[in-house]
């Protein structure tokens, strides 16, 4: 198949070269405002270059993958679905909540798929986790973990466009536990602290915060995240029942020193950048679109999905700015 990638900085660049590298696909069409960086992707893979969306549409794709920044989202969404193509879409659907929202109810009625991506929804550790919970092994759980901290924070400008790490790097933790569990969250409570870079904290934003979700069956569910974790790149998970406790990312590259006695685990060169640790969950994720584009599978994380997880981030910063417990419903009904 013939496959679109709309945006080639860091992550557009890697979803080429993990997509030159598939079976399924026979050809690349790259679109980008920057034509080195168009120009670099068509040298390395040999892609065709369109000049804009609507003439990489017309050179014939059957999908595309939407990479470019986040504002451009909403609107190449509904460009690709207004031609009938199949979309691939980077989190986040929107910068906000409630241009999501006016996306989806743009293309909802529209049989043509989109995927957002959620990475951790491919990779092994994560696959095996909700396997576990859902079939019964750890029996009723009690406690959920997660955590995602960076090596070292993001640029001014990044931090200044992305939302807040709530909305930027928390709602990973949130879509993963929504996904691993196959609950709802009902109400968080939030706080967070700045611990250095001070843009970070000049953007209005914390780059150290904790969360407590409540899910709709009790579970409590803890969040932690920083952007300052010098070891390295440390997404785990834990999840706790009555009858069993299992973890995720607890592997040989874990960035996490161990001080007891004796003990050489982790023995590994830590993780230190996500597309190292995640470098196999982004090759299953794209494989998924390329049976999504090929009619065989529905999509696996739909916009409806990513929305679920914006929501979370929605109530999460309210809580973290008002120092106070906030339900999902509140912020949906705002």
Same mark, same amino acid.
């Given at each position: ?20 590298? @598939? ?8 679109? =980008? ?75 909802? =009625? ?54 807040? !790490?709530?909305?930027?790097?928390? /709602?990973?933790?949130?879509? !993963?536990?929504?996904? /691993? ?90 993780? =230190? ?12 994720? @794209? ?48």
């Amino acid at each position: 198949m013939r496959i679109g990638i709309l945006g080639l900085g860091r992550i557009g660049a890697f979803h080429a070269e993990t997509l030159f590298g @598939l079976d399924a696909v026979d050809s690349l069409v790259v679109a =980008d405002p920057f034509a080195d960086a168009a120009k670099a992707a068509a040298e390395r893979f040999g892609a065709e270059v369109a000049d804009s969306p609507e003439a990489l549409l017309a050179a014939g794709v059957d999908g595309i993958v939407v990479a470019a920044a986040t504002d451009a989202h909403p609107a190449l969404i509904r460009v690709g679905v207004e031609a009938g193509v199949p979309v691939f879409c980077e989190k986040p659907v929107a910068r906000t909540i409630g241009e999501g929202v006016e996306v989806l109810r743009a293309v909802r =009625d529209t049989d043509v798929p989109i995927q957002i991506g959620y990475n951790r929804r491919f990779d092994a550790g994560f696959v095996a986790a909700r396997a576990a919970v859902r079939g019964g092994e750890l029996g009723t759980l009690h406690t959920v973990r997660s955590t995602t901290l960076d090596p070292a924070p993001p640029p001014a400008a990044y931090v200044a466009a992305s939302g807040g !790490i709530f909305r930027d790097c928390s /709602v990973h933790d949130f879509d !993963i536990i929504r996904w /691993v569990t196959g609950r709802e969250v009902t109400e968080v409570y939030a706080a967070g602290g700045n611990r250095g870079a001070d843009h970070i904290r000049e953007a209005g934003d914390a780059d150290t915060t904790g969360a407590v979700l409540t899910l709709d069956d009790g579970t409590l569910a803890v969040v932690s995240n920083s952007r300052h974790n010098g070891r390295g790149y440390d997404v785990r998970m834990e999840i706790h029942g009555f009858r069993d406790s299992i973890a995720v990312g607890l592997d040989d590259k874990l960035p996490l020193r161990s001080v007891e006695p004796g003990v050489t685990f982790p023995a590994g060169t830590p993780h =230190d950048f996500f597309m190292d640790r995640f470098t196999a969950a982004y090759r299953a994720e @794209l494989t998924a679109f390329t049976e999504v584009v090929a009619g065989t599978r529905p999509s696996p994380c739909t916009m409806e999905d990513a929305l679920e997880a914006g929501w979370i981030a929605e109530a999460c910063t309210l809580s973290l700015h008002e120092h106070r417990p906030v339900t999902i419903a509140e912020v949906r009904g705002a």
